[in-house]
């Protein structure tokens, strides 16, 4: 492209919303346990963190950790709606079933990841 030659308005706002696109977080995750072994409460902070700020955060999170929602047992006024799935089917219609879809690997990995 020529220095001269300038690039529309529209190209430009769709460039700039593609820069703000949000973007996956990459920063790497540690798993904290605020619970007991038999009562696990895990949480995913920042592994890069400061020791002291580290200490001091997984020790605000463990003095306030009643407060968080750990399974949906914990949030008696949920519709169960919300959170049940369920699929109307007719008694005379067999359910069918459809053949094993495969995918390429590299998209296999991704999906199972």
């Keep these: 492209m020529e220095d001269d030659e300038e690039i529309p308005d529209e190209i430009k706002w769709m460039l700039e919303q593609k820069r ?5 977080h990459q920063e790497e995750i540690e ?38 929602a750990w399974s949906y047992k ?19 219609c067999p359910p069918v079933k459809q053949k094993l879809r495969r995918f390429h690997p590299d998209m296999a990995l991704k999906i199972k990841e």
């Design 20 to 24: 703000k696109a949000i973007q996956p």
């Design 74 to 92: 914990d949030m008696p006024g949920l519709d169960a709606d919300v959170v049940e799935h369920r699929l109307p089917k007719k008694l005379e």
């Design 31 to 68: 798993i904290i346990n605020l619970g007991t072994e038999e009562d696990k409460k895990e949480i995913n902070i920042g592994a890069l963190l400061d020791a002291k700020v580290k200490e001091r955060l997984v020790e605000l999170l463990r003095e306030y950790s009643d407060i968080f």
